[in-house]
């Protein structure tokens, strides 16, 4: 309440160059909503749970996209579902969910396997190996979004293909944070280097996009999967490539970004890791005979099928669909990950007429800032909200669905991708995990708040082989 102390409005460059701790120190001392001048315009911190719900789902109408957050990503993705709103938002959602069904949540974790062997194959190449998992999982990441909602080979087309792509959409998205965050840059249109360089970023999102679309089209059946779907609706083609880029923009970063941190905070957390070990074997055998609850005898790949000397940890099998739901505790670890370091560390919005925000009033044009960083680390809401506590999750009925965690958003815009990333990161950790521990090499990265969270200068983790069962 009353006028912004002056020490605030002269810390508000920090907003750009040092969001994540701003924004937190901002929160705990000023409160649930607390505004901010910023370029002239009005504009507020949300934090609150009742802001937060009011502004992301009681009043959703209420509110739009037209920020600098969003105006910025549509520079690289155009019109797509993260950046419009209202009808055109509406038609195109309708059009985009059916894809995002049971079978392609099978299909994710089926691919998801094939992600994470490729992180596994960097670890394999030389005992004790350091990898940078941020590297590799971006390929990864990218590889099961190609195949499942585009059946398209992002990354199998070769290495060289994928770490194109993977550049591109780094290059777009960095021109894309230096526009968010530097006021002063030079209008679209301007040849500056950096506006070559989301040319240059742009054309190849767009050579793939339109490869992807050609392939299919020369096909007799649109199929179901997203791209069919987006042919088959009606959409120019502009259209069509502007929602290809969005879901191949929002759907691999971020769930690259996740497992990044997540591995990070398992590797300093030996104890949960073993937890991790007990119930992956439980369900997928420890490679002792008999050890799979299906019945499938200890065949791991290196076991004792039917000896006596005890089993190679690893389980008998890879992870499958049917698995995800037996892994509770893997599932605690994604949830608690994604609160830790919710990859979309900041979610704007622009109201469209005056509203009232937990008591404060808001005039129409206000920029409203939500942060599922901040949120998740209220002490009301997470007591000791900074430590990694996976038993946070447990034995709560719906997991990951409760008040105050919002990685996906929440309401109608709420990501239409969460599943398939929960489905993802799941696989892809016990997937890594049942043979292996993992290690830190170094100390934990610093964090850079760019359109997702990037550990500074990569994160590089060794895996060691776990130890044989004993008879
Ligand atoms: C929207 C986070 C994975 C596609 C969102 C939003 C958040 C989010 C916070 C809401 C933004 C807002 O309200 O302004 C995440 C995180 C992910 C993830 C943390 C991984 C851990 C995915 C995946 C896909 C995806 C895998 C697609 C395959 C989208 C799309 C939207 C969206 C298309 C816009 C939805 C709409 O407004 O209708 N995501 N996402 N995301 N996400 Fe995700």
Not at 119 to 139: C, I, K, S
Not at 218 to 226: F, I
Not at 407 to 421: E, Q, S
Request: proline share 9%; net charge neutral.
């Amino acid at each position: 309440d009353g006028p912004l102390p002056w020490h605030m409005v002269a810390a508000v460059p920090r907003i750009l160059s040092d969001a994540l701790p701003f924004l937190e120190e901002t929160a705990a001392r000023y409160g649930d909503v607390v505004p901010f001048p910023m370029n002239g315009r009005p504009a507020v911190l949300v934090d609150g749970p009742a802001g937060v719900r009011r502004v992301l789902q009681d009043n959703h109408r209420g509110y739009g996209k037209e920020t600098i957050q969003y105006t910025s990503l549509a520079l690289v993705t155009g019109a797509g579902l993260l950046t419009t709103d209202g009808e055109v938002w509406r038609a195109h959602r309708r059009a985009v969910q059916p894809a995002f069904h049971r079978d392609t949540l099978a299909h994710v974790a089926a691919e998801s396997v094939r992600a994470a062997g490729l992180v596994r194959e960097e670890w394999d190449a030389a005992p004790g190996r350091v990898v940078d998992v941020d590297d590799v999982l971006m390929r990864a990441t990218l590889h099961v979004v190609g195949r499942t909602l585009f059946g398209a080979d992002l990354v199998d087309g070769g290495a060289a293909e994928g770490h194109r792509l993977v550049g591109a959409v780094h290059e777009a998205l960095e021109v894309v944070m230096r526009r968010a965050t530097r006021p002063w840059t030079a209008p679209p249109g301007v040849p500056t280097p950096t506006a070559r360089r989301l040319t240059r970023s742009r054309a190849t999102l767009d050579e793939a996009c339109a490869a992807m679309v050609r392939s299919r089209r020369a096909q007799r059946e649109p199929g179901h999967d997203v791209l069919g779907l987006l042919l088959a609706s009606g959409m120019t083609d502009g259209e069509v490539r502007d929602e290809l880029v969005t879901l191949v923009i929002a759907g691999h970063e971020t769930v690259a970004a996740s497992l990044t941190w997540t591995l990070r905070l398992l590797a300093e957390h030996p104890e949960v890791v073993a937890r991790v070990h007990a119930e992956l074997d439980a369900v997928l055998g420890d490679g002792t005979p008999g050890s799979a609850p299906d019945g499938t005898p200890g065949s791991a790949p290196g076991g004792t099928p039917g000896g006596t000397s005890g089993g190679t940890p690893g389980g008998t099998r890879s992870v499958t669909w049917q698995d995800v739901a037996r892994l509770p505790v893997v599932r605690a670890v994604v949830d608690e990950g994604l609160r830790l370091y919710p990859p979309a560390w900041v979610i704007t919005r622009r109201a469209l007429a005056d509203d009232v925000v937990d008591g404060v009033p808001l005039p129409a044009g206000t920029l409203v800032i939500l942060s599922p960083w901040v949120h998740h680390r209220r002490a009301d809401l997470w007591p000791d909200p900074t430590r990694f506590d996976v038993d946070r999750w447990l034995g709560e009925p719906a997991g990951g669905r409760r008040e105050g965690y919002i990685p996906f958003g929440a309401g109608p815009r709420l990501c239409i991708g969460r599943d398939f990333a929960v489905v993802e990161s799941v696989v892809v950790l016990a997937e890594l995990l049942r043979d292996r521990t993992v290690a830190p090499a170094g100390p934990r990265p610093g964090v850079v708040a760019s359109v997702t969270l990037r550990p500074r200068g990569g994160m590089h983790l060794a895996a060691r082989p776990r130890r044989p069962v004993p008879p």
